[in-house]
């Protein structure tokens, strides 16, 4: 009952951004996909958000999101892909088609690590923490949408280390790649944007990573990364072929999303043996815009937190 309501919350808070992106000068015809970082929700929450979100948003393709563990699985850190299928008649229930893979690479945490997130009092500095996960198997999953278009999901440290999958990826070249973090901000100096840097060179190919808001808070908090200034706190990080380097993603304290403008256009891929496809797609950066809900600290608190509440209300 609790997640039910939840869901429904949460949906209303996404609604309204939605809202807020399309109702802004130039804002947003539609909304097509939402992203949430790692570990955001439980699977049980990324289902019952999908079926909420598909309801409230017709426009709505994708809903990518990091998941903790369901009532029905083990404990882990998986990421979810659910595509929403479109129906010969909107009054068809639409079907969700929904993919979920567990994590390959555990996180360590070194002391670095430890007293830049103020953990020092949780977790002994003199030892290496690392992130209490099976693993158990090694699995890429890809997702087909706009017919021409392949999506592939990673969580954080698959994105960096040495794996095998990662022949798997470079050899299908899927036209999106999304990297959900539990990450410091994603500044284009950052380890992120070295290893996004790498699948982007691939024609066609672009990644966005996504951190979490909660450990920014945290930073900041704790005398971190400060997100003094507008353009500190950068949640996400775009880079493609195309757009002249990786473009950071910026949301300011204030603020509770961001909407992302992408293009779409038609290139021609070319296989090492010398095949050609002319019907290939590639997505490139259009513009970006942090969305501000009012009163946000008050009427979300039970979602933003209080930490993220304390500093709402500290810009008043």
Excluded at 241 to 268: F, I, M, N, R, Y
Aim: charged share 25%; proline share 5%; hydrophobic share 40%.
């Amino acid at each position: 009952a609790d997640t039910e309501a939840f869901a429904h919350r949460l949906a209303a808070m996404i609604l309204e951004l939605a809202e807020t992106a399309m109702s802004e000068p130039h804002g947003a015809a539609s909304i097509d996909v939402v992203v949430f970082p790692e570990l955001a929700l439980t699977l049980d929450l990324h289902a019952k958000l999908s079926s909420l979100l598909k309801a409230k948003i017709p426009t709505l393709e994708l809903l990518i999101s990091g998941v903790s563990t369901g009532e029905k699985m083990r404990k882990g850190n998986f990421v979810s892909v659910t595509r929403h299928e479109k129906t010969p008649s909107p009054s068809d229930t639409p079907r969700l088609l929904s993919a979920t893979r567990e994590k390959h690479h555990r996180w360590k945490l070194d002391r670095p690590q430890l007293e830049s997130y103020r953990l020092t009092g949780e977790l002994n500095p003199k030892f290496q923490w690392w992130e209490n996960i099976d693993l158990l198997s090694r699995r890429i999953d890809f997702t087909t949408f706009r017919k021409r278009s392949v999506l592939a999901a990673m969580i954080c440290e698959d994105l960096a280390r040495v794996d095998p999958c990662q022949e798997l990826l470079r050899a299908v070249g899927p036209n999106l790649v999304v990297a959900l973090l539990m990450d410091a901000p994603q500044r284009v100096d950052r380890w992120p944007a070295r290893y996004a840097t790498i699948l982007a060179e691939d024609p066609g190919c672009s990644v966005l990573t996504l951190t979490s808001r909660g450990l920014m808070t945290r930073q900041h908090c704790h005398g971190g990364h400060q997100s003094t200034k507008d353009e500190d706190r950068v949640i996400g990080l775009w880079r493609d072929d195309d757009s002249g380097g990786a473009k950071e993603l910026h949301c300011p304290v204030a603020c509770q999303g961001v909407w992302l403008k992408l293009w779409s256009s038609t290139v021609t891929d070319i296989s090492l043996d010398g095949r050609a496809d002319i019907h290939g797609k590639s997505w490139s950066y259009g513009k970006h815009r942090p969305l501000e809900l009012p009163n946000a600290a008050k009427r979300y608190a039970d979602i933003l937190g209080p930490d993220d509440c304390d500093l709402l209300n500290q810009k008043k």
